[in-house]
């Protein structure tokens, strides 16, 4: 069955790097476009960035914006998210995402803190 499995989460410090990964499995990843989203608490679960098929065609949400880069590797069934510059305000649970046949599949999150 589809699997994503979220890593590389943690406790950094404001201005810090961390790299999220998403293994994929289950499913002929390279044939579908991954997605990253972050929720926090008492909110809603908000986009962050989403990579097609190839790493040609990227987007991300402004407040991410030359700060996040996302990128996937079809060859390892992978999607990274590195992180720089990050802020407090990115405190959140990460989720990875795709879509396939008109539903949405998840993984199980990975916590960042950004935090002094």
């Known amino acids: 069955q589809v699997q994503l499995v979220e890593s590389g989460g943690g406790l950094v410090q404001p201005g810090g790097s961390l790299r999220l990964a998403c293994a994929a499995s289950?499913?002929?990843?390279?044939?579908?476009?991954a997605r990253w989203y972050r929720q926090v608490p008492g909110k809603e679960r908000e986009y962050v960035a989403g990579?097609?098929?190839?790493?040609?065609?990227?987007n991300y949400a402004d407040s991410v914006k030359g700060r996040f880069t996302i990128t996937r590797d079809n060859a390892k069934n992978t999607v990274y998210l590195q992180m720089n510059s990050l802020k407090p305000e990115d405190t959140a649970v990460y989720y990875c995402?795709?879509?396939?046949?008109?539903?949405?599949?998840w993984g199980q999150g990975t916590q960042v803190t950004v935090s002094s």
């Open positions: 990579v097609e098929r190839t790493v040609d065609s990227t």
């Open positions: 995402n795709t879509f396939i046949v008109r539903r949405d599949y």
């Open positions: 289950g499913f002929s990843f390279s044939m579908y476009a």
